[in-house]
């Protein structure tokens, strides 16, 4: 019953991996950009969330829409002013400038509002717990990942059933040629940014009522942890993300269960680098080479 | 060739001695030296302990004002700040920055442990006295019998701190078995685990559940899952706020609903925030002082402190941030006029029968104070004082 209880456990953190892994994913898939920025993002939106259900007083769900909204136009913003500039660069000017975005928000949140921590009103949205022969079960994580599964969903629909999903696809495939053809590339990848920064927001406002305490270097660990995810899973498919996210959640679960806590974070990383070596190309991952 | 030498040297010897001699005039020129006292403040106000630096400040200012009223034997105290982040690396800067650069007679700084003894050997280094207001880890003072000469501190020690935990849970609340939930990156939280463990274990308990975390986790349930199996009567969690408000919070929704304690690490309003006033019902902490303590000199600084800072409550860090100061400013009147660091010190450790607002200090060959602590139940996210412990 204990090990039943701990893949609960272990689920429920996973599912919050899986939400921030698949934004995170969206972004590789189609621009083939490591955006290190997204854990940051994450942290923007869960600051927003919380001003929204403290400050201007709105209920769980408004305050959602709110921080994906400012979420979204932050990461367009982010793509234009950053990253844009670097399209044609090499892929590592790229990474290093995504790294730098990242500790450039990180900071200046710290600089706008000071470091010390914020709590998540408790009534934000009901805590019940549901026992089942002795295992409990959250509410919330139920619901946490409901909401994951609802928004791969709709991606994997936005991605292969509309014009702006084959537009994606095209841009991803080759952006020349997709050129050609006459899509924008630009307001493309700029709405590949909206959406992947809104699930980010979304995951963001979601940690803040799950754990209540959210700090502006927040996003970090989750943002490296939604990274593994996306490898474990194949990076750039979406499925693959959301599995990639559960996986993990339930090896570090278990580790913990084992009574080897202090090896959680470990554990992660060992599964990135075992990943990398045998299954490159992550667990829903087909085996091609890469045009060169 | 060589006349030309001979000038450069001259010039040269001419333009240093010029500087110098600037430099002199400016010193007895202005005269301010003489009349202050410089005290650096190297303290936690950004980061994960800002609660507790941004408290220690408020205390520290209040007292200050209050001091400077009169001054100490003529001479007023000045303080330069520093903040360290809450990072033992940036602590060992500022502490070398406040020595070498800014020249000051006395520090204080951190108010935890682990940013205190990044700090320590600077002050040993430099001979300039370092009070740590709330840095309860024992090897602050003191390592293997040898003590640190310029390292003081105004609170008592962890072993105190974890044996007066111990003997609570098992005289007052009963507990036969108990669970340690302990901070392993912090060295405060390991310090008061090991004397809760000793303390606990020698008077006939047993510890059926070790378990540890690292700070910044957010997620403790599989962990808690363990502990709630292991089935003990109590469970001490030495840790600080922003961990223990998660843990609390995790604990009670994983059904367990045993009486939960911790140090002074848990007094922060954020707690409160954070692990929500239903989930704080039925824990205690250990503390330095409680505001709710009858006595008049506590009773007066809570109202000049409620003055000043718009009716806020003092918690323990800001009547330690307070008490440092009046230590100081105590020992600076014994020190004489030409108080320097290295008198100043001496005047440290011959402090006997001081009065604060967080007790009686003496302090002992170790350089740590004597003195009593506060045991503080939570109901409905107010702390209620419950008793007081003597050594």
Sequence with gaps: MEFIQQLVNGISLGSIYALIALGYTMVYGIVKLINFAHGDVFMVGAFIGFYAITFMELSFFPALLLAMVACAIFGVLIERIAYKPLRNATRIAALITAIGVSLLIENGMIQIRGAQPEAYPNNVLPADSIDIFGVTIKSQSLMILGVSLFLMIVLQFVVHKTKIGRAMRAVSFDADAAKLMGISVNNTISATFAIGSALAGAAGVIFGTYYTKIEPLMGVMPGLKAFVAAVLGGIGIIPGAMVGGLLLGVVEGLVSASGLSLWRDAAAFVVLILILIFMPQGLFGKNRREKV | MKKKKLAGIILSLSLGMGVLAGCGGEKSGGGEKGDTIKIGANLELTGGGASYGQSIVEGMDLALEEINKEGVGGKKLKIVKYDNKSDAAEATTGAIKLASQDKVDVMIGA???????????????????????????????????????????????????????????????GAKTAAIYVDSSSDYSKGLAAAFKDAFTKAGGQIVAEEAFLQKDTDFQSTLTRIKKANPDFVFVPAFYEEVGLILKQARESGIDVPVMGGDGWDSPKLIEIAGKEALNNTFITNHYSAGDPDKKIQDFVSAFKKKYKDKSPDAFAALGYDTAYFIADSIKRAGDDATPEKIKDALASTKDLQLVSGNLTIDENHNPVKSAAILKYENGEQVFETKVNP
């Design chain 2, 111 to 173: 108010a935890t442990s682990t940013n205190t003894l990044a700090q320590v050997q600077v002050a040993n280094d430099n001979k300039v006295p370092l009070i740590t207001p709330t840095g309860t880890n024992e090897t602050i003072t003191s390592k293997d019998g040898k003590v640190n000469e310029y390292v003081f501190r105004t609170c008592f020690i962890d072993p105190f701190q974890g044996t007066v935990a111990a003997n609570f849970a098992q005289q007052e609340l």
